[in-house]
């Protein structure tokens, strides 16, 4: 019996291809036209991230959108979610309350269930400008 995701890795980056290009249909007919004046008071959370997190967003959201949020457990269809009180990386900047899908008021864009500002998950895309590295 064949691994289906390796026998069929033509499809999957089809698929994740696709999905890409839909984001990014999406983003250009979102924007103003050129000749209008910009409104910069208001940071997208696109504006703080590196081409590798924009693509991880957009991939996310499109997961989401195909098939609902993760949950908080450690399975398959998990965020691999941890409280506030067992992440091990608050000192460094790595909390939901930095994760560009953390919405405030206990709610994530992608992971159900009330979620805590200094709790942490496996999908967390945070802006390089808010992890702190540890010198040593």
């Not at 991880?56 to 998990?78: C, L, P, R, W």
């Not at 560009?100 to 009330?114: R, T």
Request: hydrophobic residues 30%; charged residues 30%.
């Amino acid at each position: 019996m064949s691994n289906y995701w390796l026998s069929d890795i033509y499809i999957q980056k089809t698929f994740i291809k696709k999905i890409n290009e839909a984001a990014y249909k999406n983003r250009k007919s979102d924007e103003e036209p050129e000749d209008e004046a910009e409104d910069d008071s208001e940071e997208g959370p696109d504006d703080r991230l590196n081409d590798r997190q924009k693509m991880m967003y957009e991939t996310y959201e499109s997961i989401v959108e195909m098939h609902g949020m993760f949950n908080q457990t450690a399975k398959a269809d998990g965020a691999h979610y941890a409280p506030a009180d067992k992440n091990p990386f608050i000192e460094e900047g790595m909390i939901c309350g930095n994760c560009v899908f953390f919405v405030g008021g206990g709610k994530c864009e992608i992971v159900s269930g009330k979620i805590e500002p200094n709790a942490i998950c496996k999908l967390w895309i945070i802006p390089q400008e808010l992890i702190k590295i540890k010198k040593k």
